[in-house]
């Protein structure tokens, strides 16, 4: 559930909000409810909070200056401020600061209702670009811990280890954006390293195999053979294939 802090300086509004709506069933949880800004922004720096619905004006902290310490710190958050006709002007500055959610006093609880489902959707998807940005991260770090490490012993269930994730979810995951298993992209890279020190080098087929990572010699032809469709002894003769 995505989790929420309400902040205004009216206990009967800060109770209202928390009963007018099924939080829950929406998709949120109240982490807690702050009497002004000050203190709502405490609550922000101490917990990971997705949802902040504060009043536009509060003692210590207004609503306004409690958004602006919410961008120069960083803070991914979505705000929802409570507001009346008469500060409209208030209203106006929130704009040239981002904020683009509103409620009018007294919140209306379809008007509430409405807003937390178009809130939730926008969460989800952030929160869906998130995990497939991170996940491509993780694809292209292995990638380049392949081109990094191919000549040493590394293996999908190795580098898991050294990554702290499941090696069953990097191979499902590295399959699904590559549309290789990690064994054939770390064979199909070592096997390219293997190609061009053949071409342009004398050294003999069995060190080639050891610097590329390969200390079984058989294994080595096969994997190459199966690339290329020549031995490696071929291959270094020039017989290749186009």
Known sequence: MYRVVIADDERAIRTGLQIIVDWNKLGFE???CASDGEE?????????????VTDIRMPRLSGLQLVKKVQ??????HVILLTSYRDFEYARQAIS?????YLLKPVDEVALQELLRKMYDELSKRDEEDSTHREQQLVSQLRRLIEEEYMQNISLKSLAERLHYNPAYLGRL?????GNSFRDELNLYRARQAAQLLRNSSISINDVAERVGYHDINYFHRIFLKIYGV???KYKSGQRKS
């Open 72 to 77: 120069e710190l960083g803070l991914s958050i």
């Open 40 to 52: 709502a922004l405490q609550m922000l720096l101490k917990q990971n909070i997705d949802v902040l």
């Open 30 to 32: 109240i982490a807690g």
């Open 231 to 233: 031995s490696p002894g």
């Open 97 to 101: 600061l981002g904020v683009r959610e």
């Open 174 to 178: 590295f399959r699904a954006e590559t």
